[in-house]
């Protein structure tokens, strides 16, 4: 009988499209792979205290969309547990701004993102998208010496979006020369795709993958994050 692998999922569920779509695209990639996977919603303000004896027995963790959270802190908190315990991570859309909030908190020390920090107020990190991408496709370039261009096997996808926000340019730059690489981005060379290389798994896209994901054809991204969970279940 195969073992359970365990996938917490970092946000405030509330029935929207693209929780639920993240539920269904777990369910897709699972049965392709043949794994048994349970999943549970992790509010973000339950976080906020002893978060690493709450996400110890997961076997991935993945921050969803539905930002601005509950608890700024409590998502911070859990990511961070993620990127420094080596856990298989994925943040998509409100997780991609999130993991690089707190990359920029706690590794580049700056000491302007505090736990009132604001993401949608006017700062020097996460900024407006000079053109709102909610509901949109775009074409996505990836580089060729990254781990996300063997995962599609290709430099060139599309993606779908439901963000009005994304990472300011300048800060890009700062980001991709400290360790949290940029390796997908769009046709004007602003990040997409974000992967800290000296983890296993972590993964941040402003997309969402679980958007375009069906049972017929799961996502090729999320089929490869549940196989490194499972991976982690074994060795533990």
């Not at 006017?122 to 998208?129: D, K, S, V």
Request: glycine share 8%.
């Amino acid at each position: 009988m195969n073992s359970v692998t365990n996938i917490g999922i970092i946000g405030d569920y509330d029935g929207r499209p693209s929780h639920i779509a993240t539920e269904e695209a777990i369910k897709h990639s699972a049965s392709k792979l043949g794994l048994t996977v349970e999943t549970k919603w992790l509010s973000t303000d339950s976080l906020e205290d002893e978060a690493g004896q709450k996400l110890s027995n997961f076997d991935g963790l993945w921050c969803a969309p539905g930002s601005p959270y509950k608890s700024m802190l409590g998502a911070i908190n859990a990511i961070r547990f993620a990127r420094e315990n080596n856990y298989p991570f994925i943040g998509t859309c409100g997780g991609f701004q999130h993991a690089v909030i707190e990359y920029a908190r706690n590794v580049l020390q700056i000491k302007d993102i505090k736990d009132d920090f604001d993401p949608y107020s006017p700062n020097l990190f996460i900024a407006a998208l000079s053109c709102s991408l909610v509901g949109q496709t775009r074409q996505i370039t990836i580089a060729k010496d990254s781990k996300i261009y063997d995962v599609y096997g290709s430099s060139e996808i599309e993606e779908k979006y439901n963000c009005n926000f994304g990472l300011d340019k300048g800060f890009q730059i700062t980001l991709n020369e400290n360790g949290f690489k940029v390796i997908g981005t769009d046709e004007d060379g602003e990040a997409r795709i974000m992967y800290l290389e000296q983890n296993d798994f972590y993964v941040a896209t402003l997309f969402q993958p679980q958007l375009s994901s069906t049972y017929e054809t799961p996502h090729p991204l999320i089929s490869e994050y549940l196989s490194y969970a499972k991976n982690h279940n074994r060795n533990k």
